[in-house]
């Protein structure tokens, strides 16, 4: 049976207060068998904890998004690097980054809060999920003196930023944005991932796949991303299917029992 590995959604977003359970549900009987339920804020970390809890193919990430720079006190720092000594279930420092699309006047905010997060990682031994717009050689400037393992999560450049992440190491995740028309930037990008570093991801509840444009994306969804990247980089929809869980399990360094 084909199985499937959601490397990124944020199951804490309000939009799923009212059903989580039923979108959780939904999920496992899309062949998603696993899930990194990824935190933005320090509210989000506590309670992707408490889903991890519910759900043992469910896997939590403890970290602030980089629009919220300019709020973040040195307590809530604190608080962060708490989750991280006191529970070893998290499994990345994340989401974290620059983003200079929205926050281009808290830049400074953002590049402190963001180096932050990397020494976290470096502390704790943990790999990164890096948010990156409009901010890429800001971002590869800051990383180049920072020895850690990330992941260039929804990777919305093209292929020539691609080809620098590459060669710096990093991984990178591909959501909706591939089944767009007019993402034909990402499309190309998507084809010189080398196989071993390459996920997908919904990034839910956010950038539904075409066919649920408009709607509240969520993790069974990721079969439509699933077929679109299969289809641009010529590979069966099973092998791509277990080539990308297999290296989500591998960057994360997880191993979920299977289901």
Same mark, same amino acid.
């Given at each position: 049976?084909?199985?499937?590995?959601?490397?990124?959604?944020?199951?804490?977003?309000? &939009?799923?207060?009212? $059903?989580?359970?039923?979108? *959780? &549900?939904?999920?496992?009987?899309?062949?998603?068998?696993? *899930?990194?339920?990824?935190? $933005?804020?320090?509210?989000?970390?506590?309670? #992707?904890?408490?889903?991890?809890?519910?759900?043992?193919?469910?896997?939590?990430?403890?970290?602030?998004?980089?629009?919220?720079?300019?709020?973040?006190?040195?307590?809530?720092?604190?608080?962060?690097?708490?989750?991280?000594? !006191?529970?070893?279930?998290?499994?990345?420092?994340?989401?974290? @980054? !620059?983003? %200079?699309?929205?926050?281009?006047?808290?830049?400074?905010? &953002?590049?402190?809060?963001?180096?932050?997060?990397?020494?976290?990682?470096?502390? %704790?031994? !943990? +790999?990164?999920?890096?948010?990156?717009?409009?901010?890429?050689?800001? *971002?590869?400037?800051?990383?180049?003196?920072? +020895?850690?393992? @990330?992941?260039?999560?929804?990777?919305?450049?093209?292929?020539? %930023?691609?080809?620098?992440?590459?060669?710096?190491?990093? /991984?990178?995740? %591909?959501?909706?944005? *591939?089944?767009?028309?007019?993402?034909?930037?990402?499309?190309?990008? #998507?084809?010189?991932?080398?196989?071993?570093?390459?996920?997908?991801?919904?990034?839910? +509840? /956010?950038?539904?796949?075409? @066919? /649920?444009?408009?709607?509240?994306?969520?993790?069974?969804?990721?079969?439509?991303?699933?077929?679109?990247?299969?289809?641009?980089?010529?590979?069966?929809?099973?092998?791509?299917?277990?080539?990308? /869980?297999?290296?989500?399990?591998?960057?994360?360094?997880?191993?979920?029992?299977?289901?």
């Amino acid at each position: 049976m084909m199985r499937i590995f959601d490397s990124h959604a944020h199951l804490t977003d309000g &939009q799923f207060g009212g $059903d989580l359970a039923n979108v *959780i &549900q939904s999920a496992g009987a899309n062949n998603i068998k696993g *899930i990194i339920c990824v935190a $933005d804020t320090l509210e989000s970390s506590e309670k #992707a904890f408490e889903i991890s809890e519910k759900y043992d193919w469910i896997y939590p990430t403890a970290g602030i998004h980089p629009h919220y720079a300019q709020k973040v006190m040195e307590n809530d720092v604190g608080k962060l690097k708490d989750l991280f000594q !006191l529970n070893k279930k998290y499994v990345a420092v994340g989401e974290t @980054g !620059l983003d %200079f699309y929205y926050g281009k006047d808290i830049k400074e905010h &953002q590049i402190k809060l963001f180096n932050i997060h990397l020494d976290m990682a470096l502390e %704790f031994g !943990l +790999p990164v999920i890096i948010h990156c717009r409009e901010s890429e050689d800001v *971002i590869l400037n800051i990383l180049k003196d920072k +020895p850690v393992k @990330g992941l260039f999560h929804c990777f919305s450049g093209d292929a020539f %930023f691609c080809e620098k992440v590459i060669d710096m190491g990093f /991984y990178v995740s %591909f959501s909706g944005i *591939i089944t767009f028309k007019n993402a034909q930037n990402v499309k190309d990008a #998507a084809k010189i991932v080398p196989s071993d570093r390459l996920l997908i991801e919904t990034d839910s +509840p /956010y950038l539904a796949p075409e @066919g /649920y444009r408009g709607k509240r994306n969520e993790p069974s969804h990721l079969v439509k991303t699933l077929n679109a990247l299969a289809d641009i980089r010529g590979l069966q929809l099973s092998d791509l299917a277990e080539a990308t /869980y297999k290296n989500t399990e591998s960057f994360f360094k997880i191993n979920i029992k299977v289901r």
